[in-house]
């Protein structure tokens, strides 16, 4: 969880003193272990330093060579294969840390040295040469750089917070991407945020500044299928699927300082994960904190709790509950932002999750994030997918597997886990229009209808791309891919958010070999003998706990009680609404009183049209409070 931070200016003076060490301190969260600096003239580099591998014992950034300067926050994993490839001896490679084998392949390949790199990595680069600056973000875009090119510089760093304490760097509103996220629209202009003006170097990308500052971005990777994986037999899938996984995990661990924690669910995605890691751990005499967010033992609601303690027992797993009092995710909003600078704000799941990892002394969490459209790849309508597909024969046989896995009535496979497939995208609307008194999607968001009627004419949002109960657009495979390209363009990252230091984030399922064996995949091994991630259920069958093996579909939820804690929460919300009622910067977006009558109706967790209502009102009050902050940040 380290972070690096910098800036350039090509109009002639040299950037301000200070300004680096300024964006540095603003991360010292990600700094437990030091922060350093340098300042060369037009140029300055920052780099928090958190130990979390072997490796990081020598790390000494920024380092500062004859033909180049560099700052990273990585972790390589292809150490061996780069060290061989680059000439380095066994008993120098030892001594190596990640970032002076970056360099070492950055001096063998130049600006193509990160299609070489295998792990997470951020960094930047400036070739002394030739007065130009290189930033390239991995693959997944497990690590992050956000940047801002201004009047004559650019300003980059691993946070907001960091670029923000910049010079000149501007918080400006973006009021195209607030209309997409207001509407709940599922388009994205890759690289936008909802600052103008600052963006977020999209994975598998770098970014090159000539000294004449000039910026060219370049993609040296996007999520696809290996063609080493193409087309082969399933014995061949079912050894390469779990060789992969284990290594994907196995990399993440293996070299760690300190026994690392995990956030967990049971399911399939971080049950794997912690039945592999488990033992490894347990081998140097360590636990895998597992931390679990669970309703309490009366409440009889779906609860992820038996889930998790069908692992009880298992190799080096040590089991944690978190259960929600009276705290929220909407708990000191203003605060939040003020250490995040984010639009939404982290849940509480996650912060409370962060101190229980940061208080077992970990400095590593783990997460199964990825798993349900990768290589446990999961959607609605999978058996209607083989129908869709003219599998006549292979459908019939699914269809009578899935009655005899899940006990249902052939009417209730064929409503849920088949009709689906063939109903077309605007009939779908239209069920969920009328539901709703054929209101429009748009007008059930609390936005005032000027604001959202501009967003429809300039083209910014497309009124068939709003969600609504249901995600428009691709569906299987395409939409797999899609959320694998989306992962990668994201700004999230490693980051665990400011408001849980010391702590690094990784994610086996977003590792390029998981993404590239995942989308090889062919369909017949994603859905089998009447159950979805049959490879999981198959492949995993000896280190899973039977119950999983055997679950039924359906995935518990990060926060399992999202109803009550929203109804809880919106009274306050709505107070402070209204004190903000008459302030510019809210009311030329927001309807107040749409938004207030959306929260005082009741909604229950049986009823999905009640639970979406909810959801979308609050999400639009907490960015009613933060454009609020905003406005008030910049006077």
């Given at each position: 969880?380290?972070?690096?931070?910098?800036?350039?200016?090509?109009?002639?003076?040299?950037?301000?003193?200070?300004?680096?060490?300024?964006?540095?301190h603003?991360?010292?969260?990600?700094?437990?272990?030091?922060?350093?600096?340098?300042?060369?003239?037009r140029?300055?580099?920052?780099?928090?330093?958190?130990?979390?591998?072997?490796?990081?014992?020598?790390?000494?950034?920024?380092i500062?060579?004859?033909?180049?300067?560099?700052?990273?926050?990585?972790?390589?994993?292809?150490?061996?294969?780069?060290?061989?490839?680059?000439?380095?001896a066994?008993?120098?490679?030892?001594?190596?840390?990640?970032?002076?084998?970056?360099?070492?392949?950055?001096?063998?390949?130049?600006?193509?040295?990160?299609r070489h790199?295998?792990?997470?990595?951020?960094?930047?680069?400036?070739?002394?040469?030739?007065?130009?600056l290189?930033?390239?973000?991995?693959?997944?875009?497990?690590?992050?750089?956000?940047?801002?090119?201004?009047?004559?510089?650019?300003?980059?760093?691993?946070?907001?917070?960091?670029?923000?304490?910049a010079?000149?760097?501007?918080?400006?509103?973006?009021?195209?991407?607030?209309?997409?996220?207001?509407?709940?629209?599922?388009?994205r202009?890759?690289?936008?945020?909802?600052?103008?003006?600052?963006?977020?170097?999209?994975?598998?990308?770098?970014?090159?500044?000539?000294?004449?500052?000039?910026?060219?971005?370049?993609?040296?990777?996007?999520?696809?299928?290996?063609p080493?994986?193409?087309?082969?037999?399933?014995?061949?899938?079912?050894?390469?699927?779990?060789?992969?996984?284990?290594?994907?995990?196995?990399?993440?661990?293996?070299?760690?300082?300190?026994?690392?924690?995990?956030?967990?669910?049971?399911?399939?995605?971080?049950?794997?994960?912690?039945?592999?890691?488990?033992?490894?751990?347990?081998?140097?005499?360590?636990?895998?904190?597992?931390?679990?967010?669970?309703?309490?033992?009366?409440?009889?609601?779906?609860?992820?709790?038996?889930?998790?303690?069908?692992?009880?027992?298992?190799?080096?797993?040590?089991?944690?509950?978190?259960?929600?009092?009276?705290?929220?995710?909407?708990?000191?909003?203003?605060?939040?932002?003020?250490?995040?600078?984010?639009l939404?704000?982290?849940?509480?799941?996650?912060?409370?999750?962060?101190?229980?990892?940061?208080?077992?002394?970990?400095?590593?969490?783990?997460?199964?994030?990825g798993?349900?459209?990768?290589?446990?790849?999961?959607?609605?309508?999978m058996?209607?997918?083989?129908?869709?597909?003219?599998?006549?024969?292979?459908?019939?046989?699914?269809?009578?597997?899935?009655?005899?896995?899940?006990?249902?009535?052939?009417?209730?496979?064929?409503?849920?886990?088949?009709?689906?497939?063939?109903?077309?995208?605007?009939?779908?609307?239209?069920?969920?229009?009328?539901?709703?008194?054929?209101?429009?999607?748009?007008?059930?968001?609390?936005?005032?209808?000027?604001?959202a009627?501009?967003?429809?004419?300039?083209?910014?949002?497309?009124?068939?791309?709003?969600?609504?109960?249901?995600?428009?657009?691709?569906?299987?495979?395409?939409?797999?891919?899609?959320?694998?390209?989306?992962?990668?363009?994201?700004?999230?990252?490693?980051?665990?958010?400011?408001?849980?230091?010391?702590?690094?984030?990784?994610?086996?399922?977003?590792?390029?070999?998981?993404?590239?064996?995942?989308?090889a995949?062919?369909?017949?091994?994603?859905?089998?003998?009447?159950?979805?991630?049959?490879?999981?259920?198959?492949?995993?069958?000896?280190?899973?706990?039977?119950?999983?093996?055997?679950?039924?579909?359906?995935?518990?939820?990060?926060?399992?009680?999202?109803?009550?804690?929203?109804?809880?929460?919106?009274?306050?919300?709505?107070?402070?609404?209204?004190?903000?009622?008459?302030?510019?910067?809210?009311?030329?977006?927001?309807?107040?009183?749409?938004?207030?009558?959306?929260?005082?109706?009741?909604?229950?967790?049986?009823?999905?049209?009640?639970?979406?209502?909810?959801?979308?009102?609050?999400?639009?009050?907490?960015?009613?409070?933060?454009l609020?902050?905003?406005?008030r940040?910049?006077?």
């Amino acid at each position: 969880m380290s972070a690096i931070c910098g800036a350039v200016r090509f109009d002639g003076p040299d950037v301000a003193p200070g300004a680096v060490g300024a964006m540095a301190h603003a991360m010292k969260h990600r700094g437990a272990d030091g922060i350093d600096t340098v300042e060369l003239g037009r140029l300055a580099l920052g780099h928090c330093l958190m130990r979390v591998n072997r490796e990081d014992v020598n790390e000494a950034q920024p380092i500062v060579a004859r033909d180049a300067v560099l700052v990273a926050d990585l972790r390589l994993d292809n150490r061996d294969d780069l060290a061989t490839a680059l000439g380095i001896a066994d008993t120098d490679l030892t001594a190596l840390s990640d970032s002076e084998l970056l360099l070492a392949a950055w001096r063998h390949w130049g600006d193509e040295c990160p299609r070489h790199l295998l792990g997470d990595f951020a960094f930047a680069i400036w070739d002394r040469a030739k007065g130009t600056l290189l930033l390239g973000r991995d693959h997944m875009g497990q690590r992050i750089i956000f940047y801002h090119l201004g009047a004559g510089f650019l300003a980059f760093a691993t946070e907001l917070g960091g670029l923000f304490a910049a010079h000149e760097v501007p918080r400006r509103l973006n009021e195209d991407e607030l209309a997409r996220r207001l509407l709940m629209s599922t388009e994205r202009a890759q690289g936008d945020l909802i600052y103008a003006d600052i963006h977020v170097l999209p994975g598998g990308t770098t970014l090159r500044l000539a000294s004449d500052g000039s910026v060219r971005i370049d993609r040296y990777w996007q999520p696809q299928a290996a063609p080493e994986h193409l087309d082969r037999d399933d014995a061949y899938y079912l050894q390469v699927y779990r060789a992969t996984i284990e290594e994907a995990v196995a990399c993440r661990v293996r070299r760690l300082i300190e026994p690392p924690s995990m956030l967990f669910s049971g399911g399939f995605d971080s049950g794997i994960i912690a039945a592999l890691a488990g033992p490894l751990v347990a081998a140097r005499g360590w636990t895998l904190t597992c931390l679990a967010s669970v309703l309490s033992e009366r409440d009889p609601r779906r609860n992820a709790r038996a889930a998790v303690e069908a692992f009880r027992g298992w190799p080096g797993l040590g089991l944690h509950f978190y259960v929600r009092g009276d705290e929220t995710t909407y708990d000191d909003l203003e605060a939040t932002f003020d250490r995040t600078f984010r639009l939404r704000p982290p849940s509480i799941v996650r912060r409370r999750i962060g101190d229980m990892a940061c208080a077992a002394g970990s400095r590593l969490i783990l997460d199964g994030h990825g798993g349900d459209y990768t290589v446990n790849a999961y959607d609605q309508a999978m058996l209607g997918a083989i129908l869709r597909r003219g599998e006549i024969g292979r459908f019939a046989r699914e269809f009578r597997a899935r009655m005899r896995f899940t006990g249902w009535s052939p009417l209730r496979v064929f409503g849920r886990d088949v009709l689906s497939a063939f109903v077309p995208g605007g009939m779908r609307a239209l069920w969920r229009s009328a539901v709703n008194g054929f209101t429009p999607a748009w007008r059930r968001r609390g936005v005032r209808c000027d604001f959202a009627l501009g967003a429809f004419a300039r083209g910014t949002v497309d009124r068939r791309q709003l969600r609504d109960g249901f995600r428009p657009g691709a569906r299987w495979r395409d939409r797999w891919v899609e959320m694998c390209r989306r992962a990668a363009a994201d700004g999230i990252g490693s980051n665990y958010g400011a408001t849980t230091p010391d702590l690094d984030l990784t994610r086996p399922f977003h590792d390029k070999r998981i993404v590239e064996l995942a989308l090889a995949l062919p369909d017949r091994l994603l859905f089998r003998d009447g159950r979805e991630r049959w490879l999981a259920r198959t492949t995993f069958a000896d280190i899973l706990p039977p119950a999983l093996v055997a679950r039924m579909p359906g995935n518990d939820r990060e926060q399992p009680d999202m109803i009550p804690m929203n109804t809880a929460a919106a009274p306050a919300m709505i107070a402070a609404l209204r004190e903000l009622e008459e302030d510019e910067a809210v009311s030329r977006y927001l309807d107040v009183a749409a938004l207030g009558a959306m929260v005082r109706k009741a909604a229950s967790e049986e009823r999905l049209s009640e639970r979406i209502r909810l959801n979308f009102a609050m999400h639009a009050l907490a960015t009613a409070r933060f454009l609020a902050w905003l406005d008030r940040s910049n006077r």
